[in-house]
């Protein structure tokens, strides 16, 4: 390979690499004006960088024990249906060098007046058979089946989360398939696996979350 030949694939290189970087700059960017344009138009607050504080609060929950890098971006705030809600980009990085991955999404995060028991619910995977098999267990109803086939359900205090998850809820995941809710104390997080909500779904995203404090109104009050 001759120098001059060498000097032409590193510039390449060097000019698709800076498109790409350049690129995610400008998607960045347009999603957050586009994002501060809805919550202004919802009348929430915007900010665009996030807040230490809710993601020290949401430290425990399952999707944020994962990986690493994480931030929250485009966060709006304010009073939905009478109920005090946070809604904001978040990802995660996993792995490391030529296997490092980020995941993004966008989650609802309500505050509840009565406690909740730790619950993580979200889609069964076929993968989940296996950490069945090897120990991890998954709540299942024997009146539902249809539930227990969709959604994988797990916490550590078994007999608070059944209570919680009455036929009323139930029957609304079921109806429902492909949600992933989290609940502790007096919060709870709604999202849809990695998946972006695109800044002209936001309304409907929050009232399908909405709809998801709905199914457990008898336990929420």
Known sequence: MSQQYL??????????FGLVIY?????????????????QEMRLSFTPEGDEVLMSALAGFHL???????????????????REVKVFDYSYTIGH????????QTVACFEVPSRLPGFSLQPERLWHKLEEWLGRKDMNFDAHPDFSKKYLLR?????AIRRLFDTRALE????????CVEGDGNILIFYRGSSQVKPGAIRPFIDEGVSVLGAFRDALG
């Open 97 to 104: 060098g030529k296997e490092r991955h980020t995941r993004r």
């Open 23 to 39: 690129s995610r700059y400008w998607y960045l960017k347009k999603r957050t004006e586009a994002l501060q344009s809805v919550a």
């Open 7 to 16: 000097i032409v694939v590193i510039a390449a290189c060097a000019a698709i």
């Open 155 to 159: 916490g550590a205090d078994e007999i």
């Open 64 to 82: 944020f024990s994962r990986g690493h890098s994480k931030k929250i971006r485009n966060l709006m705030r304010g009073v939905i249906k009478d």
């Open 172 to 179: 609304f995941f079921e109806g429902h398939p492909g949600l």
